[in-house]
């Protein structure tokens, strides 16, 4: 095995050991330590296997280190993306990029499902990694359970 340089999210920590993945590949890498390493921290790092066994991995270079901030917001959903939800079929995420960089994403749910999708979306592994893939630095998440419309904002700093 060989040296590997991704962007990489951090799924657990603990004192001694830490597991992070590769946002492109899904690849786990469980550290033989960690280097102070919370949970959904994103690292842009190169990882190496760790002698002599090269079961575990090690950090050998952090190029950047950033966390994503996870944000249930009180506010609702905008106008435009309550327009984009009544042009969504039933469950459909649509997506669109926001000026600059990040995106919205929007579904169109049953009035009773959107508090559930809501908490999924931040309690999700994969919300933090896509935020990673998209450069963000804050999810905000917007819900309006009475008019069945839930937006994900990936945020840039």
């Given at each position: 095995?060989?040296?590997?340089?991704?962007?990489?999210?951090?799924?657990?920590?603990?004192?001694?050991?830490?597991?992070?993945?590769?946002?492109?590949?899904?690849?786990v890498h469980t550290l033989a330590s960690?280097?102070?390493?919370?949970?959904?921290?994103?690292?842009?790092?190169?990882?190496?296997?760790?002698?002599?066994?090269?079961?575990a991995w090690e950090v050998v270079d952090?190029?950047?280190?950033?966390?994503?901030?996870?944000?249930?917001?009180?506010?609702?959903?905008?106008?435009?993306?309550?327009?984009?939800a009544a042009d969504a079929q039933p469950?459909?995420?649509?997506?669109?990029?926001?000026?600059?960089?990040?995106?919205?994403?929007?579904?169109?749910?049953?009035?009773?499902?959107?508090?559930?999708?809501?908490?999924?979306?931040?309690?999700?592994?994969?919300?933090?990694?896509?935020?990673?893939?998209?450069?963000?630095?804050?999810?905000?998440?917007?819900?309006?359970?009475?008019?069945?419309?839930?937006?994900?904002?990936?945020?840039?700093?």
């Open positions: 095995m060989s040296e590997k340089t991704a962007t990489f999210v951090v799924t657990h920590a603990e004192e001694e050991s830490a597991v992070v993945r590769d946002v492109e590949t899904a690849q960690n280097p102070g390493l919370e949970v959904d921290d994103v690292l842009e790092a190169t990882v190496a296997p760790k002698p002599p066994l090269e079961v952090v190029e950047d280190r950033r966390t994503v901030e996870l944000v249930d917001s009180d506010l609702s959903p905008t106008t435009h993306e309550r327009e984009l469950g459909e995420v649509v997506r669109e990029e926001r000026a600059g960089t990040g995106e919205i994403h929007v579904l169109s749910l049953p009035d009773e499902d959107v508090d559930d999708a809501a908490a999924d979306v931040l309690e999700d592994d994969e919300t933090v990694a896509r935020a990673a893939r998209l450069e963000a630095v804050r999810v905000e998440v917007r819900s309006d359970p009475e008019a069945g419309v839930l937006s994900v904002r990936y945020l840039p700093d």
